[in-house]
């Protein structure tokens, strides 16, 4: 299995502009989690997935964040508007009920807005 | 999820054992000690996890006292590559919310 795939890996956008992260879950994974990292925060979970409904969406900062899983293969994180404030590490996970709470991470997308 | 608690950083040897602590007084019967490690710039990877008993494979050993208010992660021949933070959380594992903390930075030198 390829593992969870992220992209893009890199972004680089100006302040205003939408911003759309993607990410693949491992197939037959159950779960799918969006967290964000950065220096000052470390690692926050925004929103996470079960069986492509959202379960939990306390740690979205607010309204310009938006997540969505149309299917159990895909799923993406908008920012409507972006701001610098939001530049940070984007990470996606994904696992299956029957692990626990073994989560697989990608690679993240790395999203500076200037 | 019951708050854990690390220490901030950490050295060891290269070919030593490297052995993390973790404070987790107030778990309930029903949550698991889970551990992860973040390598610089890449994704967290999933280590090990226990409930009572001591658990091994082949990344790790996880020790957990009797009472359960403690846990140590022993990495038994470290590695330059094992540098990371390391995360220690307690969850039920029931397919809720992983939280992370702030972990303990490993640094593995020559």
């Not at chain 2, 040897?13 to 949550?31: D, V």
Request: charged residues 20%; glycine residues 6%.
């Amino acid at each position: 299995d390829a593992g969870v795939i992220q992209s893009p890996r890199h972004e680089v956008t100006e302040m205003g502009q939408e911003v759309t992260l993607r990410c693949k879950p491992i197939s037959g994974h159950n779960s799918l989690f969006w967290y964000r990292q950065t220096m000052m925060r470390g690692l926050e979970l925004l929103i996470y997935f079960n069986n492509n409904v959202p379960i939990d969406d306390s740690g979205m900062p607010e309204d310009r964040f938006s997540a969505k899983m149309p299917n159990a293969s895909f799923s993406t994180l908008k920012i409507q508007p972006s701001e610098p404030r939001d530049s940070a590490v984007y990470f996606c996970a994904s696992r299956q009920f029957t692990s626990g709470e073994k989560l697989f991470f990608g690679s993240g997308t790395q999203l500076s807005v200037l | 999820d019951a708050k854990t608690t690390q220490p901030p950083s950490m050295d060891c040897a290269e070919g030593r054992a490297a052995n993390l602590p973790c404070n987790h007084s107030t778990i309930s019967g029903n949550e698991y000690v889970y551990w992860y490690r973040q390598i610089h710039s890449q994704g967290p990877q999933y280590i090990i996890h226990g409930l009572k008993n001591n658990e091994t494979n082949e990344m790790a050993s996880l020790i957990i006292t009797e009472d359960r208010k403690s846990s140590t992660l022993i990495l038994p021949h470290a590695t330059l590559r094992d540098t990371a933070v390391y995360y220690c959380i307690a969850n039920t594992g029931t397919a809720s919310k992983l939280t992370f903390g702030t972990g303990t930075r490993l640094q593995v030198t020559l």
